[in-house]
């Protein structure tokens, strides 16, 4: 099943990673930074409850210090760092989803304000030398596919 990401606005992950953090932690040790690496599985397994809470913990810190408004990313930012990131993010993406699914995602991310229309139209152009690594497999994204979106957009718009 297909979660919509606009359930999910920033107060409301803040919120909900606050609640997770006042509860006894489960993560069995694995410490609060999460290395997104972990997430296409290149190292250890995690289950979906202390993944989900270690997406929660790489939000909050991003969003922090002030009032988040939509939309999030504006502008990609233009460095060596911005670029990798956004190179990774978009691999990520199309391992998943495949083509179609990415660019639907980010059609989906500019309609409920996450990202600009400027951005992503920048993103679907870079998309254009990363289709070889496309799935043929494709998969619908879930609500953890949307909230790893999240962070790297928190991250990108932080670049800036």
Same mark, same amino acid.
């Given at each position: 099943?297909?979660?919509?990401?606009?359930?999910?606005? %920033?107060? /409301?992950?803040?919120?909900?990673? &606050? *609640?997770? *953090? /006042?509860?006894?932690?489960? #993560?069995? !040790? &694995? !410490?609060?930074?999460?290395?997104?690496?972990?997430?296409?599985? /290149?190292?250890?397994?995690?289950?979906?409850?202390?993944?989900?809470?270690?997406?929660?913990?790489?939000?909050?810190?991003? $969003?922090?210090?002030? @009032?988040? $408004?939509?939309?999030? +990313?504006?502008?990609?930012? /233009?460095?060596?760092? !911005?670029?990798?990131?956004?190179?990774?993010?978009?691999?990520?993406?199309?391992?998943?989803?495949?083509?179609?699914?990415?660019? $639907?995602?980010?059609?989906?991310?500019?309609?409920?304000?996450?990202?600009? $229309?400027?951005?992503? &139209?920048? %993103?679907? @152009?870079?998309?254009?030398? +990363?289709?070889?690594?496309?799935?043929?497999?494709?998969?619908?994204?879930?609500? #953890? #596919?949307?909230?790893? &979106? %999240?962070?790297?957009?928190?991250?990108?718009?932080?670049?800036?």
């Amino acid at each position: 099943m297909s979660m919509n990401p606009s359930d999910y606005d %920033l107060d /409301e992950l803040r919120k909900m990673a &606050s *609640e997770r *953090e /006042e509860q006894p932690a489960s #993560d069995n !040790g &694995s !410490g609060d930074d999460l290395d997104l690496g972990s997430v296409r599985g /290149e190292s250890g397994s995690t289950s979906p409850d202390s993944f989900r809470a270690g997406l929660y913990r790489e939000l909050l810190p991003l $969003e922090a210090g002030g @009032d988040a $408004e939509k939309p999030y +990313l504006e502008a990609l930012p /233009e460095d060596n760092n !911005g670029e990798r990131l956004i190179f990774e993010w978009l691999e990520f993406l199309l391992l998943h989803a495949g083509h179609q699914g990415t660019r $639907e995602a980010l059609s989906y991310y500019e309609s409920v304000g996450w990202i600009t $229309e400027n951005c992503e &139209s920048q %993103l679907k @152009d870079y998309m254009l030398g +990363l289709d070889e690594q496309a799935t043929n497999d494709p998969t619908d994204l879930d609500v #953890d #596919d949307h909230l790893l &979106s %999240l962070v790297y957009i928190a991250k990108l718009a932080a670049m800036n």
